[in-house]
């Protein structure tokens, strides 16, 4: 599965940005996921969505951003609201086939985009 980010960009704090991930196959059973990294810091999940539709957040952005997907046309969104400074990193999209649950974890999934990069900043 080939993964590509866009949507990125520049924001003032308070300010929404809508990320968009194109799988280049199917995501039928395949668990997606958002991951950041910011200079400095670990690699960590911001949002996880199984194939069912059922998502998880992390702490850190729960209330404020929302995961979404669409298997028929093989995309991957994440809309997010109220960013902060803290926020800002860059973004990647991540993929994994799994029969079961997912893992939020950079280690279990194997497929990944390039990234994208979210700035806030006033």
């Known amino acids: 599965v080939k993964l590509v980010e866009s949507g990125g960009g520049s924001v003032q704090p308070g300010g929404s940005l809508r990320l968009s991930c194109a799988a280049s196959?199917?995501?039928?059973?395949?668990?997606m996921a958002w991951f950041r990294q910011a200079p400095g810091k670990e690699r960590e999940a911001v949002a996880t969505?199984?194939?069912?539709?059922?998502?998880y957040y992390a702490d850190s952005v729960k209330g404020r951003v929302a995961i979404s997907r669409d298997n028929a046309n093989n995309t991957l969104d994440l809309q997010m609201n109220s960013l902060q400074p803290d926020d800002s990193a860059t973004y990647y999209c991540?993929?994994?086939?799994?029969?079961?649950?997912?893992?939020?974890?950079?280690?279990?999934?194997?497929?990944w985009g390039q990234g994208t990069q979210v700035t806030v900043s006033s």
């Open positions: 991540a993929a994994r086939w799994s029969s079961g649950s997912c893992v939020n974890s950079p280690s279990w999934f194997n497929h």
């Open positions: 196959g199917s995501t039928y059973r395949v668990c």
């Open positions: 969505i199984f194939h069912s539709g059922r998502a």
